[in-house]
């Protein structure tokens, strides 16, 4: 099955898996996602061969994107 049909929808919120992004995150967002680890889809981001990713956007206004695999559907 493609990767399309299984997209997270714009508009769901996902919970972050902050073990996954850790070591790839600023530290200023690492702190953000120990109080709040939800974000809502707002757009898509294609990434470099390894799929598409999600652009969040979080509890304080604050957007960044991650790979599917390092969130989870609430």
Do not use: C
Not at 7 to 34: A, F, M, Q
Not at 42 to 67: C, H, P, R
């Amino acid at each position: 099955m493609s990767q399309a049909a299984n997209l997270t929808r714009i508009g769901s919120t996902v919970r972050i898996d902050l073990e996954k992004v850790r070591d790839r995150i600023p530290s200023s967002l690492t702190n953000h996602l120990k109080n709040d680890p939800r974000g809502k889809v707002i757009n898509y981001k294609m990434t470099d061969a390894q799929g598409i990713g999600l652009v969040l956007e979080l509890s304080n206004g604050m957007t960044s994107w991650f790979f599917d695999d390092e969130v989870s559907r609430n």
